[in-house]
C-alpha cells in the first residue's frame, strides 16, 4: 500500500517527505487545541477549497486539459446541496445531500466531458467551453431571484444567494444527529483531505496515471500505444470535476449559504491562479501551494481587498516568469537537490 | 505462408493532391516486407493510413481476416498492429523506463513489470540512461527507444517508418539484427527505408511506391537489378 503511494507522477517520494508530512498532518491535528473556534473554522473554510485546486491539478496538470469549469461543478454540487438538504428535511439527510450534490456534478462532467471530448474539441477550446458552460450557469442562477424559482421549498433568490439549509449533519448512533461546525467540520475536512490526497497519489501513481501523462505528452502516441484516450481523458475530467463539486457542497454546507458570485468569472478564474502558482502537473504542490495562497489573500484582504488582488497578480507574474512550472515544484526541486546532496533522497522507480 | 495485410485499392487524396492512388499491398505472415521509393511517394502516408491516423478516401485494409478500415488506431494496436513513426515520437518529458513501462503494461502483470522494463532497457542498450528524460537521448536513441516501445506491445506486425534515420553505420547494423531477431520468433515487418544497405541486410520482399502508386513489386534481388526502380531513384523517369 505504502509503495503505491509513491512513483514518477508525484513528488515527495522518500523517508524525508513522508516524516515532514507525519510532523505538519500533527500538527494540523492539533491546532484545534491551541487555536480560537473562529481560526478553526476559517481554517476549515480554507481547506474546503483545496478539493477544487486538486481537482484542477488532476485535469490540467496531469491530463492536460485547461478547464474553466471548476466553479461550474461547484456550483452544481453547492446549489445542489442546498436544494437537496432543503428538500429532504435537512438534520441527518444532509449527508445524503452532501453525497448527491458531488454525484450530480459528477454527472455533470460526465456529460459536458462526453461532448467535449467525443465532440474533438482540444487545446484552447477546451478552455472556451467549459468558460461558457460556467458563465451559462452563473447567469442562469443569477436571474431567480422571482419567488418563481424554487425547488419544493427551496428558494434559488438569484444574486442574493440561497440560504436556509442545514450545515452538515452525521447520523450517529444513538439515532441522534452530529451537527458538523467549527471543529467538529474541521476534523472532517481534514481527513476528507487526507483521504482525498493519499487516493490521489495512488491514482495517479497507477497505471492508469501513467496513460494520463503519456496522453498529455503526446495523446497521438498514447492512441497508438492502445490506449482508448478519449476514455482515459473523459474519467479524469469526471474525477477532477467531482473534486470541485465536493468544494461546493461542503463550501455550502459550511457557511448554509452559496450565491452565483461563486461561479462567475471572477470565482472560474481563481483556481486557475491558485494551481498555476503553486504548480500544476503535482498535487502535493497544488495542495499546499493553494492553501498558502488562500491564506495569504485571506490575510490581505483584512486590510485592503485592492491590494491583496495586486499583490496576488504579481505573484502570478513572478511565478510564470520566473519559475513557470509553479513555486511549490520549484521550491521542491531545490529541497530534492539539497537532499541529493546530503544522500538521502534515492529517485523512485517502482 | 498467410497473408497478415492487405490493403486494396486504398486511396488517399488531400485536397487536390492523390497521396496514395489505388494501393492493392500485399505482405505475407512472417516477412520482412520493404516499401521504398523516393520522397513524396506516398510510404508515410500508406503506413498512417494502415494504422488509421489518416482517414483512407476509398478503399479498405484487411488486418489479420477483419477489415479494420474504419477502426480507430488504437482498436488496430490491441488487435496486434504496431507502428514506429517517421520523427521519434516518445514522451519526451518522462523518464526513458517510463516511457517502456507505459508500453509493456497492457500486457505484462505489475509483478514482473521491472524485470520486464530491464530485460527491454538492456536490449535497447539504454540501462545507463533509464533515468533520464526521453528527449535528452540523442536522436538514434530515442529511434531505439521508440521501436523499443512498439515492440513491447508484442504485436503480430509492425510498420517501421524509417527506423534507422539520423543513425551511426553501427547502429543502423543493430537495428537491422534486432529486427531480424524478432522477426525470427514470428514477428511481421514492414519497413520504410531508403537505406539500401540496410534494406538488403533485411528485407526478402519489396515493394516500390511511386507517386503514390505501386510503382514495382517482387523478390529484393529482382527489385535491385531493376533499371526502372534505379531510374526513379535518379529521377529519370519523370524528367
Known amino acids: 500500500m505504502f509503495k503505491s503511494l509513491n512513483g514518477p507522477q508525484t513528488i515527495g517520494n522518500n523517508r524525508p517527505f513522508w516524516i515532514g508530512f507525519g510532523v505538519v498532518l500533527a500538527l494540523m491535528l492539533a491546532y484545534p487545541l491551541v487555536a480560537d473556534a473562529y481560526s478553526v473554522g476559517n481554517v476549515a473554510y480554507m481547506l474546503i477549497w483545496v478539493f477544487m485546486a486538486l481537482g484542477l491539478s488532476l485535469i490540467w496538470g496531469y491530463g492536460g486539459i485547461l478547464s474553466f469549469g471548476q466553479t461550474f461543478f461547484f456550483g452544481i454540487a453547492g446549489y ?8 429532504l428535511g435537512g438534520g441527518g439527510m444532509t449527508l445524503l445531500a452532501l453525497v448527491i450534490a ?23 477550446f477546451i478552455g ?5 458552460a460556467t458563465l451559462v450557469l452563473a447567469f442562469f442562477l443569477g436571474q431567480t431571484a422571482g419567488p418563481e424559482w424554487h425547488v419544493g421549498p427551496a428558494r434559488l433568490n438569484g444574486y442574493n444567494g440561497m440560504k436556509g439549509m442545514d450545515g452538515l449533519n ?32 495512488v491514482f495517479v501513481n497507477s497505471r492508469f496515471g501513467n496513460v494520463i501523462v503519456a496522453i498529455r505528452e503526446d495523446a497521438q502516441r498514447a492512441e497508438l500505444l492502445g490506449y482508448d484516450t478519449r476514455k482515459y481523458q473523459l474519467v479524469l475530467f469526471v474525477i477532477g470535476s467531482a473534486l470541485a463539486g465536493l468544494s461546493g457542497a461542503l463550501y455550502t454546507s459550511w457557511g448554509q449559504f452559496i450565491t452565483p458570485a461563486s461561479i462567475g468569472l471572477p470565482a472560474a478564474a481563481m483556481p486557475i491562479v491558485w494551481v498555476a502558482f503553486s504548480g500544476r502537473s503535482d498535487i502535493t504542490a497544488t495542495m499546499i501551494g493553494s492553501f498558502l495562497i488562500l491564506l495569504t489573500f485571506q490575510t490581505l484582504t483584512v486590510y485592503s481587498q485592492q491590494a491583496a488582488l495586486v499583490l496576488m497578480g504579481a505573484m502570478l507574474l513572478v511565478t510564470v516568469l520566473a519559475a513557470p512550472q509553479g513555486f511549490m515544484i520549484s521550491v521542491s526541486r531545490a529541497a530534492t537537490r539539497l537532499l541529493r546532496r546530503v544522500g538521502a533522497d534515492r529517485p523512485s522507480r517502482p | 505462408m ?7 485499392a486504398l486511396c488517399k487524396r488531400f485536397g487536390g493532391h492523390d497521396a496514395v492512388t489505388d494501393v492493392d499491398l500485399i505482405v505475407e505472415r512472417g516477412e520482412i516486407h520493404c516499401l521504398i521509393g523516393p520522397n513524396g511517394a506516398g510510404k508515410s502516408t500508406l503506413f498512417k493510413l494502415i494504422v488509421g491516423t489518416h482517414i483512407p478516401t476509398s478503399g479498405s485494409i484487411v488486418f489479420d481476416g477483419h477489415d479494420v478500415t474504419g477502426q480507430r488506431p488504437y482498436e488496430r494496436v490491441k488487435s496486434g498492429m504496431s507502428i514506429k513513426m517517421q520523427t521519434p515520437s516518445v514522451f519526451r518529458e518522462l523518464p526513458v523506463w517510463q516511457n517502456l513501462q507505459i508500453a509493456l503494461q497492457h500486457h505484462v502483470p505489475p509483478a514482473s513489470l521491472a524485470q520486464e522494463q530491464d530485460r527491454m532497457l538492456e536490449l535497447l542498450d539504454l540501462s545507463a540512461q533509464h ?6 537521448l540523442s536522436h538514434g536513441q530515442q529511434q531505439w527507444l521508440e521501436i523499443g516501445m512498439a515492440l513491447a506491445l ?38 520504410v527505408e531508403h537505406d539500401m544497405a540496410f534494406i538488403r541486410q533485411i528485407a526478402k520482399q519489396v515493394t516500390v511506391l511511386h507517386y503514390g502508386k505501386v510503382f514495382a513489386r517482387g523478390p529484393i534481388d529482382d527489385i535491385i537489378q531493376d533499371p526502372r526502380v534505379a531510374e526513379i531513384y535518379l529521377g529519370k523517369t519523370h524528367a
Open chain 2, 154 to 191: 508484442k504485436p503480430a506486425l509492425i510498420l517501421m517508418d524509417e527506423p534507422t534515420a539520423g543513425m551511426s553505420p553501427d547502429e543502423t547494423f543493430k537495428t537491422g539484427e534486432l529486427i531480424q531477431r524478432f522477426n525470427a520468433q514470428g514477428l511481421t515487418v514492414v519497413v
Open chain 2, 2 to 8: 498467410s497473408e497478415i495485410l492487405r490493403t486494396s
Open chain 1, 170 to 201: 452525521i447520523p450517529w448512533f444513538d439515532d441522534s444527529n452530529v451537527e458538523l461546525e467549527g471543529v467538529s467540520l474541521y476534523y472532517v475536512v481534514l481527513l476528507l483531505l487526507l483521504l482525498v490526497y493519499l487516493g490521489l497519489r
Open chain 1, 128 to 132: 472556451i467551453v467549459t468558460l461558457s
Open chain 1, 80 to 87: 445542489g446541496y442546498g436544494v437537496l438538504a432543503i428538500n
Open chain 1, 102 to 124: 458531488v454525484a450530480l456534478a459528477a454527472l455533470a462532467a460526465l456529460v459536458l466531458g462526453y461532448f467535449i471530448i467525443w465532440g474533438g474539441v482540444g487545446g484552447v
Open chain 2, 131 to 136: 533515468a533520464k528524460p526521453a528527449g535528452e
